[in-house]
């Protein structure tokens, strides 16, 4: 039986050119969104609502009991929500039983682009959960692509270098006749004995450490704290 087929799109302004119908896509925005996804839901978050938009974020939220509004644009909390996109913000003591309305930059924009381009499964992965991610793949056979948010559609290497440790996890489930992804797994091995020391090289590295959040951006790097599968069902990403 033939495999099925992974691809490695390195920015939305690229979804485009894919045909992601009936397939998996996996949102990747390691810094940070969906690192913040997958801790709030290990912490216990009932369910997280991606919006693309902010006052569509503040609608929601007030018209949603038990609900936190929560959201950045470009690393810093918007006026008029109550939190920002820190996977520190959301412990379990906080966050438990709760439902998080999340708007960000860059990945819940393209997790909106994905469904509307109609993907069959969205995912959402970054280190924190990279097992959960690569374990439900390999069961899938279907095809993939591992969609990295970038940063304001251009190219970003934690995103990447995210997809190349998928992509040595699961290559041999996998054709993969695709030039990113071989570049995102060789970027991966070259560096994954530091990863820290190689994520302090990038520009959203210094523009997010600016504010103080080194130590989101060491745990957003750290694989596996947060292994739980965040995938959307009617329009929210929950846990199943």
Known sequence: MSKPFLYTIVSPKLLDIYDVN????????????????????YNGAERIIPVDDVQKCIAIGNATPNSITAGERDGKVIEGLQHGNSPAEYPSSFIKGKTLVLTTTNGTKLL??????????????????????????????????????AWKDRFNLEDTLFAGAVIEKVK??????CDSSLMAEQMYQHHKNDMHSFARLTTHWHRLSKFGLEKDLEYC???????????YKEGCLVVV
């Open 22 to 41: 009936n397939s998996v896509v996996v949102i990747i925005d390691v810094f940070r969104a969906t690192s913040t996804i997958a801790t709030a839901l």
């Open 112 to 149: 909106h682009m994905a469904l509307k381009n109609g993907a069959a499964e969205v995912i959402t992965g970054s280190f924190p959960n990279l097992s959960a991610v690569c374990d439900f793949l390999m069961k899938q056979n279907r095809n993939v692509f591992l969609g990295c948010s």
């Open 172 to 177: 041999a489930h996998f054709t993969i006749h």
């Open 221 to 231: 790097v750290t694989n596996d704290v947060a292994n739980v599968l965040p995938i």
